[in-house]
């Protein structure tokens, strides 16, 4: 069984698997009569001809450790997941080792930011910490096979 450490999550860090989904430190302009704060175009939606769709998943909780077993991967499109709540979260990712995962990263979250997986990109399942938890996805719809999910011997990921 592999081990790995949790890490915090850097945008230079996350920068092979997609994109994080929070506030620069100066918005991109003004919007509303100067009272809302506009950051544009934080991630792109890969949708390879289908509609970019947007739904709430709601998941079950982890503790650490964690036991991954099960990576997933959407070929054709990128997935976003933004929490709905204020806690942190885990983000679990591996690059592709010629058609199947490789060595899993486990990232830590904050409160409040989300991530744009980049179209290809095996993750684990939605992981919130220690209390269930909502988040708001966007993704592709279309035809085409989406879905690749595969059982992996168990990683434990440690605080």
Do not use: Y
Not at 29 to 37: Q, S, T
Not at 48 to 62: T, Y
Not at 92 to 100: E, R
């Amino acid at each position: 069984m592999t081990t790995i450490r949790i890490e915090p999550v850097t945008p230079e860090a996350f920068a092979p698997f997609g994109e994080l989904l929070t506030p620069r430190p100066t918005p991109d302009r003004m919007i509303n009569a100067g009272r809302c704060e506009r950051h544009h175009a934080l991630a792109t939606v890969e949708r390879a001809g289908g509609e970019a769709i947007i739904s709430i998943f709601r998941s079950e909780a982890v503790s650490l450790p964690h036991d991954c077993t099960l990576l997933e991967r959407h070929p054709l499109g990128s997935q976003a997941f933004m929490p709905l709540g204020q806690d942190p979260w885990m983000s679990v990712v591996a690059p592709d080792d010629g058609g199947k995962p490789g060595q899993p990263r486990a990232f830590l979250v904050p409160a409040g930011m989300g991530v744009n997986l980049r179209a290809g990109v095996w993750h684990g399942v939605l992981t919130p910490l220690d209390r269930p938890a909502d988040f708001l996805v966007v993704d592709r719809e279309g035809e085409g096979v989406n879905l690749e999910e595969v059982t992996i011997a168990p990683v434990t990921i440690t605080a």
